[in-house]
């Protein structure tokens, strides 16, 4: 091991010497010292989700953050090559905004249950249902959905989102649970409607009390949490605080003390004096936040980890530097209409 690895498998096992096996530290420290030198050789950034496995989160990303941070990190950037570790709807998201720059994805698929829950032709289908209402979408979503979109949202933005457009009924798609939540922030009432691709879809519904209109796509990880898992903590731990992301059912979104994006539970638990923290997400998440703050109490209730970030390793980031893959490729009369619904968001902040 050269003295760069030597220095770098150090730092790792000083903050991930909990969680992570020696000899992993010790294999990842010298993959990490490769992916900097070719990162270097090609100009190259590396994005890092937050749900990115603890060593990968810790030793390579130049910028770490949750969907909305990572997407303004990604058209800020004067770089030449955008690795991104996290999952293709988020490559995505970074093609659309940087269409000159090579954005790689470092697994082949890395997909999403929630992107995959809908197509361009459902957005259409639903459009013709109820003409002129605003489509607002979620970036978990890939580029011919957002397309089809009026403006783009991620959990961390929603609501203000939501509140720019100033309509009295909103089309959200496709995160059932995240819809519901965001109507119920916002006060509004939603429906999840059936719709038929057919050209000549149903007549438009009286929409006179219908303010939301919902899909019927889940965050597979998510959907696993349930209210009983939070009750069983709580009977132990009275005061402990819990933390859940809004892709959670809306029962257990309120039967936590906060609800948030990636980032905004990461501060949650940073700024918060509570003896315990149950944080409800993606389980790679809970160890991050865990070695970011050692001296604080997080329970672990790590029943689900994504598997398609799953999919991206130490392994397969070198190899994308190494051989310029997986390259994300959009086509530009899908790129220009997905950019205005993504610019559009990230004007709101
Ligand atoms: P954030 O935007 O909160 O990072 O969430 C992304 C995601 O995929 C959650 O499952
Ligand atoms: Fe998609 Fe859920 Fe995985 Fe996030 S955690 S990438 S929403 S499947």
Known sequence: MNAEAQSLYEDLKRRLGNFVPDAELYYKAEIA???????????????????????????????????????????????????????????????????GKTVLLPAEKAGCSLAESITAE???????????????????????????????CTSGNAVAVVESLHAETVIFLPDQYLASNVARETGKHIIFPQISSAPAAAAPENLLDVQFIGWHGRCEVHEKFTVEDIRAVRKQFPDVAVLTHPECSPEVVAAADFSGSTNAMIRFVQESRAP??????????????????????????????????????????????????????IPENIRARAYRAVERMIQIG
């Open 33 to 99: 010292v490769e992916i900097n030198r070719l990162k270097a050789g090609r100009n190259a950034v590396i994005l890092g989700h937050n749900y990115m496995e603890p060593v990968l989160f810790h030793s390579i990303p130049d910028f770490k953050g949750d969907s909305l941070d990572l997407s303004r990190k990604a058209a800020q950037t004067d770089k030449d090559v955008i690795v991104f570790c996290g999952v293709r709807f988020m490559a995505e998201t970074a093609k659309i905004l940087s269409p």
């Open 122 to 152: 459902d957005v259409r289908a639903l459009k013709r249902k109820y003409p002129g209402v605003p489509v607002v979408t979620y970036v978990n979503t890939y580029a011919d959905v957002k397309a089809e979109s009026d403006i783009c």
């Open 276 to 329: 315990h923290f149950l944080v409800l997400t993606e389980c790679s998440m809970g160890d991050n936040i865990a070695a970011a703050n050692p001296e604080k109490d997080l329970l672990r209730l790590c029943m689900v980890r994504c598997p398609h970030m799953n999919t991206i390793t130490m392994e397969n980031v070198r190899d994308s530097l190494r051989l310029n893959r997986f390259v994300i490729e």
